[in-house]
């Protein structure tokens, strides 16, 4: 089968910077593609890379939708090389939403409501945020903070206001995006420990340090989950086969094949906890869908992040 084949890059704007370990995230850029079959059926999909997390640039997505032209085949999709992660998953949901157009798979959002963790703002702004957040969604809910942004003993003493402050039916997720030193993180495990109100501390260390963070995972009660670690399924692979029996983390607009990602979580069941990158809601249906398949179904998917942009509102 040969598909008519179209695409169009996008520009979302935050209502403010999202502040991260790696910097300042003002805009997310990404790209709709569309596949259309004989009888005129299409297929949307969506390649959001973040190149700073392991994936390949919007510069190389959007040479290979140029070099493609305007005809795709299932063998031209299942070609895409594994260095092009967010292209692999962009055009296999595209593929696969096509396929199960007659099943009306875009009707996916109405069956349930899911359960999220909601992203927080790094620093004191934490303090405020949380209580707009909660205001807006019941209890309980899961809330994300992203540490590793200000000096550890700011975030620190932000912290245990913070907990004074949060209800109980709250789970609190701390996201280090690969930030900090040994020293910082075992302060960090020694203070969880004692509070015990935290989920998971997400990537504490770069992803380089997995070796230390499997010895950490071990000698602490506060799980360590992985996400800079696993961004690709390559890596994901490798980090199961090195031992990680922790949480992980997966983006799966970033992971690369849908396919093969699912494949590989049916023959070994990991704790998984299914997260955004930002995208439109075109590829934040196709990764929830996985993640209703294969995410662990006792934690909140990552998906709480539609309050920070402009023009969309959470589901």
Same mark, same amino acid.
């Given at each position: 089968m040969i598909y008519s084949f179209n695409y169009h890059p996008y520009k979302r704007h935050f209502r403010k910077p999202l502040n991260t370990s790696h910097g300042?995230?003002? $805009?997310?850029?990404?790209?709709i593609i569309s596949l259309k079959d004989d009888r005129g059926k299409i297929g949307w999909g969506e390649?959001?890379? $973040?190149?700073?997390f392991g994936s390949e640039t919007l510069e190389q997505g959007l040479n290979l939708c140029h070099k493609l032209g305007e005809k795709v085949t299932k063998e031209d999709i299942d070609?895409? #090389?594994d260095r092009l992660p967010a292209c692999q998953f962009g055009f296999e949901s595209a593929l696969e939403s096509l396929l199960s157009w007659e099943q009306n798979s875009r009707s996916f959002f109405n069956e349930r409501k899911m359960k999220y963790s909601y992203l927080l703002p790094a620093g004191k702004e934490v303090l405020a945020a949380w209580e707009? $957040?909660?205001?807006?969604?019941? &209890?309980?809910i899961t809330l994300k903070w992203k540490i590793g942004v200000y000096p550890l003993d700011v975030e620190i003493e932000i912290f245990r206001q913070l907990s004074q402050v949060l209800p109980s039916e709250v789970k609190l997720r701390l996201d280090? +995006?690969?930030?900090?030193?040994l020293s910082q993180i075992q302060h960090w495990l020694d203070i969880t420990d004692k509070m015990g109100n935290v989920e998971f501390i997400e990537q504490p260390l770069p992803p380089q340090e997995l070796e230390i963070m499997l010895g950490? +995972?071990? +000698?602490y009660m506060t799980p360590l989950a992985l996400d800079e670690s696993v961004a690709t399924l390559k890596q994901l692979e490798d980090a199961y086969h090195r031992g990680w029996k922790g949480i992980y983390v997966i983006k799966a607009a970033i992971a690369g094949s849908p396919r093969? &990602?699912?494949?590989?979580?049916?023959? +070994?069941? $990991?704790?998984?906890?299914? #997260?955004?990158v930002l995208e439109t809601k075109i590829g934040r249906e196709s990764a929830i869908k996985l993640a209703k398949e294969l995410s662990n179904p006792e934690r909140a998917?990552?998906?709480g992040v539609n309050h920070w942009f402009i023009e969309e509102k959470e589901e």
């Open positions: 300042l995230w003002r $805009i997310r850029e990404g790209i390649i959001a890379p $973040i190149p700073w070609q895409i #090389s707009k $957040i909660s205001q807006q969604y019941p &209890l309980p280090a +995006n690969g930030g900090l030193k950490l +995972n071990q +000698n093969r &990602l699912r494949q590989f979580i049916l023959q +070994n069941p $990991i704790d998984a906890v299914f #997260s955004s998917l990552g998906f």
